[in-house]
């Protein structure tokens, strides 16, 4: 009994070469006659024009752009009509779900200390509030439109008062001393330290996005 099948002798291996040998000769011998392909290229055209002709049998649309129909046409494929007004309520509700997130900026808590001293400095060259610029006033909450309201009433509004004092911190009998001025910019220096790190929420930000 054989497993693997019955094996061919060589002249049946032969034979069986010379034939493919044949068709393949045969194959380009059709190929390589003028009167095979033209016979060919007329029965390839006559399928084109066949087809042309199928197509042009069917109905054509008869509904343009303009047009109304009063009963609805129906549509051989599936698909989709965009809705702006629910588009932009989507939109509008996925952006207010998105948390905030705020970039970190040391640079500009990192110039507080220098901004400061330069404040610091005009109060003690200055003899009277009018001599300060109205920069430096509004930057150290001389001026009434830097108080907060719910403070006016607790705390009168006495610009001059506060510029004395604030003058007696920082100045000294000796004008070239800033010993103290020095101190209170160090103070002030290790107070903001911890927003090198953790930063501070500018209010106008979150005024933008509400």
Known sequence: MAFFGSKKSRTALAASLRDSSKLSSRLRELLSNRGTLSRLSVCLLTILI???????WK???R???GMFSEHGIVANSTFKVSNPIETDRQRTQKESEVPYYFKQQPDLI????GLLQEDLVR???AKSLDELNADTRAELGLTPSRR???FVDQFPEEPEQTFAELKSL?????SKDTQKIKDL??????LISPLLIYGIVNENDLTQNQ
Do not use: G, H
């Open 185 to 190: 910019i160090d103070d002030f220096t290790e």
């Open 63 to 65: 509904y343009r752009l």
């Open 170 to 174: 920082v100045s000294s009998p000796d």
């Open 123 to 125: 109060i003690a060259n």
């Open 59 to 61: 109905a054509p649309f």
């Open 110 to 113: 990192e110039k507080l200390p």
């Open 148 to 150: 907060l309201e719910q």
């Open 50 to 56: 066949l087809m042309v002709a199928v197509e042009s």
